[in-house]
Each structure stands twice: as C-alpha cells, then as structure tokens.
C-alpha cells in the first residue's frame, strides 16, 4: 500500500500504522495503557503549555514519517516544539517536504506548502544542504 493510498482510507479510531507499505492494524489499547497515556499527555502538556514550547497531540494522529517509503506511524503521544510548528496539518509531516496535494489529476505526495522556494533555499544554504 502506498501512503496516497494509506491517506485515501475512511478514518478510524483503530489504531494503525503503515511500515513501508505494509498496513499493521493493532488491538485496542488496555485500560491501563490509556491511564498511563493519559497521566503522561497531562504532564507534559501543563509543562508545555507554561513554558510555551509547542504542543502535545494524543493518538489517534497520523504521523508521516517518510511518504515515498510509506512510513506512517500513530504515536501514544507527540509533542512538535513551536520552531517546527509548521509540519501541523489535518496530519503531522515530520519531512517538511511531502504533504498532501489534490489536483485535477487526482492526490499526491507533493513538495512543502509553506515555505516558498526561495526560502526554502535559504533555508537550505543556512542548514549546509537539503535532502529530498
């Protein structure tokens, strides 16, 4: 399964992650691990929010990984500081330079949204090279 295809499917709240093009679907989580998670999502995100570091999600999130490998994972928990606030949309591009684009054509994996290109070079040249 591609990550085109993985993000054309209904949402759930199952849990389920895509490992390089393989859908792994997991059982739901026990009571206690859904405690636990949730202590945790309290702490952190009080923490956070006081020092206004960026923002904690709970699962079920998607997060992209690596869209051409078709790596997509749901973590218990994110947390995306506020300097990388910007890979935040109706899912979490960890690789600012996939997202999801829809055209004419039909969906696709396209380059990054929000950056322009020629900050994005500068961006580049700043960091020593990007990679795609």
Known sequence: MTTVEYL???ET????ELIY???HV????TVTHQRLVGRLFKALDEHVGTHKLGEVLLSPIDVI?????????????VFV???RATIVEDRIWARRIWRWKSSRHGRAL???RSASRSSRSTACRSAG???R
């Open 8 to 10: 054309e499917t209904p």
């Open 65 to 77: 990984l690596d869209g051409p490998k078709a790596l997509v994972v749901q973590p218990d928990l």
């Open 81 to 83: 500081s506020a300097a």
């Open 26 to 29: 997991a059982d739901a989580p």
């Open 13 to 16: 709240v199952q849990p389920r």
């Open 21 to 23: 093009g393989e859908l």
């Open 110 to 112: 396209a380059g990054p």
């Open 129 to 131: 090279s990007c990679s």
